[in-house]
């Protein structure tokens, strides 16, 4: 890919016009949502859509979500049935995602949903995504704006890190809320969760009033996004420390004297916000070996230990 200058747009009326022209031209523009950093592209261009592969440099049978202003414009993207409804009301905007039936003669590039006849579909809660989407008026195509396999961004610092030079711009919107990626529920069939995340698995149930499935086998991944390394800093992880070895540099939680502390009060929420900018430091630090304490698993502790395992599974 030919090296760009990648621009800082402030998310005020003149950065938020540039980032939709970009955007109308086939460019790739990264924005935060309340989740993490995405890279934009417009869904309906294959050009644009096939460029964020490139930047990413992600395998192209990953599809992506796409990213729409209002619920209003979701019913022409995908069918919404009475289990996607319920969810919708409850929790868009925020931090989920659906995968639903793609509408007949819709119009998102098949490069979005890599062929498959579903499509994922966001509506995010954060001012800055919802003005960039709004002054696009159009769908955008979304992954987290971070090479493939690496941390996910919550900074537009983390975006350049692994992107400056490779995408148009990014809108810097300050850090991200929530700090984990959007929770992936399949509602085609009966609901069953692709990715834990921002919205706990309890909440979805309570909105539900039944059990949501689980997708768990990692042979067959529903959500091809799973691969089983990712979101990996350069140190090698150990999971579940009470202590750290003489080689290590501890990644805390709750009241431990470790070197970085995801929230020394113990609360899963802080934890989520503070979890990739902490890995993202760890390979500041320049952190080799890193253990990492024991995170209770509810909530969303479940969203942060996926996201752990995947960080220190085995790697190619
Ligand atoms: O919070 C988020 O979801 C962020 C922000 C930018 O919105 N986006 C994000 O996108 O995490 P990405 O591309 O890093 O992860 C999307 C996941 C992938 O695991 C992909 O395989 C899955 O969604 N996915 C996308 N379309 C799908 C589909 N039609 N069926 C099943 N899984 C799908
Ligand atoms: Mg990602």
Known sequence: MNQTKTKILPPDAHGLREAAEILHAGGLVSFPTETVYGLGADARDDAAVARIYAAKRRPSFNPLIVHLADVSVVSQYVQINDAAKQLADAFWPGA???????????????LVTAGLGTLAVRVPNHPVATAVLTAFSGPVAAPSANPSGRISPTMAAHVLAGLDGRIDAVVDGGSCDVGVESTIVSCVGV??????????????????????????????????????????????????????????????????????????????????????????QMDALGAKHIAVSPIPDHGLGQAINDRLRRAAAPRD
């Open 96 to 110: 989920l995602t659906l995968v639903l039936p793609v509408v007949s003669g819709g119009t998102v590039s098949k």
């Open 191 to 280: 609901p069953t969760l692709l990715r834990a995340g921002g919205i706990s698995i309890e909440a979805l149930e309570a909105c539900l009033g039944a059990p949501v499935q689980r997708d768990e086998d990692p042979d067959a991944p529903a959500s091809p996004g799973q691969l089983a390394s990712h979101y990996a800093p350069a140190g090698v992880m150990r999971l579940n420390a009470s202590y750290a070895e003489p080689h290590e540099t501890w990644l805390g939680f709750g009241a431990v004297d470790a070197d970085l502390n995801l929230s020394p009060a113990g609360e899963l929420t802080e934890a989520a916000a503070n979890l990739f900018g902490m890995l993202h």
